[in-house]
Every structure is written in structure tokens, then in C-alpha cells.
């Protein structure tokens, strides 16, 4: 059997346009997956920098105990350098005599999402003198660090 020449050019013609709209399609994917790649990792940005702040307001409370912190900060305002385009609020509130105070922890990003965090912090007796928290020695970090990296076995 004779294939006509005009059958073939015909049949190459729809191969290339099915297989550029097979490209077009493929592309549009690849474009759609890397946008929503790069949406996520914003947003897993923004959660570590929320975790970040969240940590260091809940962890001022520990440290100062709930009534030092009321008396020494600001319960709300904007978080300071460098992240002054969040804003943050910390709620405490006290149970009975005795009974741990719950601190909760307000950080919204510039997009206003809020990220909240909670905990339950002993209250400390303010009568008492603050613990020394100094170490006992002076933590150069600078030689140690040196003193790592000159270590061949890392």
C-alpha cells in the first residue's frame, strides 16, 4: 500500500499542535506548583519568626515572674528591632492564691494573621530578692568557637 505524501504532512501538523498544547499545559503546572511552593515557604517564614517572638515574650515571663513583667513592659504594643512591623499583646490572668498564672501570648504579623501561644507560669513571690542569674564565670563564646574549629575531629 501507497502513503500519500499529503496524509503525512497533515498528521505532523496535529502532532505539533497537540504537542505544544501538551507544553502549554505542563507549564501552566510547573508555573501554579512554584507559586504555591513560594507561598508556603512565606508563610513557614512568618511561622519561625512568630515562634521566635512568641518564645522570647513567654519566656521574659518566666524569667521576670508575672507581676515583675506587668510592672516593668508594656502588656501590647510593637515588637522592637527587628521585626517593628509586628505587633504583640500578652495576657495574664491569675487564678486563685497559690495557683499558676495563665500567660498567653499574642504576635500578629504584618499581614494581620495572629499567632498565639500559651503557658502556665508559677507566680513568684515578690518579697523575696530576684534570683542571681549571672553565671558563675564569664561564657566567652568567641574561643570556644575557635577552639571548635581548630579541633580536627569537628
Known sequence: MVIRRGHRRGFALLDAILGGAMLALGLAGVVTLSQRALAMLQRGEREAMAAAMLDEL??????EGPGAFTRNRQA????????????????????????????????????GHPFRCATRVAPHDDRLPAPDRQPVEPIDRRTRWEEKEADPRG
Open 58 to 63: 513567654l519566656g521574659q515571663v518566666v524569667t
Open 76 to 111: 501590647a504594643g510593637r515588637m522592637p528591632e527587628p521585626w517593628p512591623d509586628w505587633e504583640f499583646t500578652v495576657d495574664l490572668e491569675a487564678g486563685g492564691l497559690g495557683d499558676p498564672v495563665t500567660v498567653t501570648a499574642t504576635v500578629i504579623d504584618p499581614t
